[in-house]
């Protein structure tokens, strides 16, 4: 199995020293070639559980009052600092759901997709910019030439959550974590992304999508969780059985809530 998240809780303390859990005794696995897609509400836990799995929380205020998290084996959450960092962004790629916070506005996009490159492969400068325009082209920049040297704010929406996806999977990965890749991107870009996604995952990789977005989930997933309140409390290896009748009265909800925002 390659990511097994074990009676998982994440909680966080606040100023005042108070405990706010966000994350209550969570079960979920993941193996290569699949793609679970983790939905809910805004505040239901699964940004936090997401982010959980490559240590992206700050901590403090975040800490793991109990619970595993396996990737490939190794437990996430006991691993030295160090060699977190050597599967960050090797073995673990994250597209982030905002790409204007999470690339540097004062550096161009090729120099931070090189910087990514030399961060964890050996080779010279000249081949990690090579890849670099190579990804460019895969995701869809025209002219990946000229757009490297282009910063952040001058590229599009559209054009950020490509880089962003490059980023994500340049590297090869082995897991893939996408936190609300499509969210503020309008229908024809999303579907556009969303494309890119399933062409550029690889077989034996696995997906972690992280969405309020049951259409966007209807698409991806092979199989899925649905979060409220820090639990998850549905789970379908079947996403068309789930859509069919979901069993929970809060995944019901959602599914007809999803429908009728089609019918708009």
């Known amino acids: 199995m390659l ?3 074990d009676d998982l809780s994440v909680s966080y303390r606040n100023d005042e020293g108070e405990v706010n859990p966000a994350a209550i005794d969570v079960n979920l696995t993941l193996d290569r ?3 679970l897609g983790i939905v809910g509400e805004s505040g239901s836990g699964k940004s ?3 982010m959980s799995v490559a240590r992206l929380l700050p901590s403090p205020p975040a800490f793991y009052p109990k619970g595993r998290i396996l990737f490939d084996g190794t437990d996430m959450l006991r691993l030295p600092l160090p060699e977190l960092r050597k599967i960050r962004g090797k073995r673990i790629g994250v597209i982030f759901q905002d790409p204007m916070g ?11 997709l090189v910087e990514t490159v030399l961060l964890h492969e050996r080779m010279s400068g000249k ?3 090579a890849l670099a325009l190579e990804w460019l082209g895969k995701v869809g920049i025209p002219d990946p ?7 952040p704010h001058e590229l599009s929406g559209g054009m950020q959550q490509r880089v962003m ?4 999977l340049m590297l090869g990965p082995d897991l893939v974590i996408a936190d609300e890749p499509t969210t503020a991107l309008d229908v024809t870009i999303q579907a556009q992304v969303l494309r890119l996604m399933r062409e550029l995952h690889k077989a034996n990789s696995g997906v972690l999508l992280i969405t309020h977005d049951l259409g966007v989930v209807s698409q991806m997933a092979t199989k899925l969780a649905v979060m409220k309140d820090g639990r998850v409390i549905e789970t379908a290896d079947d996403p068309a059985a789930f859509f069919a009748g979901p069993k929970h009265p809060y995944s019901q909800g959602l599914v007809r809530e999803a429908r009728r925002m089609e019918l708009k």
Do not use: F
Request: zero cysteines; charged letters at 20%; glycine letters at 8%.
């Open 33 to 35: 070639g699949q793609v």
């Open 102 to 112: 999470s690339l540097s506005p004062l550096h161009r996009i090729g120099d931070q």
């Open 127 to 129: 081949a990690a910019r």
């Open 165 to 168: 996806i490059a980023m994500g």
């Open 145 to 151: 030439a000229v757009r490297e040297r282009a910063y």
């Open 3 to 5: 990511l097994e998240i």
């Open 48 to 50: 936090t559980v997401s």
